[in-house]
Structure formats: C-alpha cells, structure tokens
C-alpha cells in the first residue's frame, strides 16, 4: 500500500516557475520509476516526464528545456521542476511511481494553473 501526497501547484503568470513535489510513503519495494503526467480539461492524460531508478529521465516534447525532474531515493519523493510556464501547460499535475514488482500508483493530482 502506497501513499502519494502532492502539493505544490497553484496559480502563476506566464513566464513563471513553479516546483511540484511528490512524497511516496508505505512503499515495501523500491520505486523503479517515478513519473509526472497532466490531464487538462477535455483532453487525454498525458505524460510529461519520467525518471528511473538510476536517474535517467525523459520529457514530453512540448516540455523540454523548461521541465526538470528529480528524484531523491532516500525520502521516496519526485519532483517537478517547471521553469517558464505558459497557458498551455494548465493542467492537472499526478504524480505516478512503479515500484520494482511492477506495482503503480497514483497520487490525487494537484492544479497547476498558468495565466496569460
């Protein structure tokens, strides 16, 4: 049974930064992967970065160089960096982990709102 607790979303002007963070708790297997996806309204869930176990990440397209996740093992908490944030990226932010028996988890998802 796995936790997740989110914060860090809110309202922010474009051009701005926001930094969302993600803590896993009552995990019994280590986190193999740890992933942030967003939902807006009217359109599919979409991935917007992933990061392994040993550090290597992706990014979708529309969020390259202004996105950076991380993770740090010890606290079982993944991070959002989001750096010039724009109108398109409004969304709700979920945080998502896969444990190394291939369980997953969702957190509840925190609004992230960027104003023009």
């Known amino acids: 049974q796995v936790q997740l607790v989110e914060s860090g979303g809110g309202l922010v002007q474009a051009g701005g930064s926001l930094r969302l963070s993600c803590a896993a708790s009552?995990?019994?297997?280590?986190?193999?992967?740890m992933a942030w996806y967003r939902q807006a309204p009217g359109k599919q869930r979409e991935m917007v970065a992933t990061i392994t176990m040993a550090g290597i990440t992706m990014y979708a397209d529309s969020v390259k160089g202004r996105f950076t996740i991380s993770r740090a093992n010890a606290k079982n908490t993944v991070y959002l960096q989001m750096n010039n944030l724009k109108p398109e990226d409004t969304a709700v932010y979920y945080c998502?982990?896969?444990?190394?028996?291939?369980?997953?988890?969702w957190g509840q998802g925190t609004q992230v709102t960027v104003s023009s």
């Open positions: 998502n982990v896969q444990n190394i028996v291939l369980q997953n988890y």
């Open positions: 009552g995990s019994s297997f280590s986190l193999k992967t």
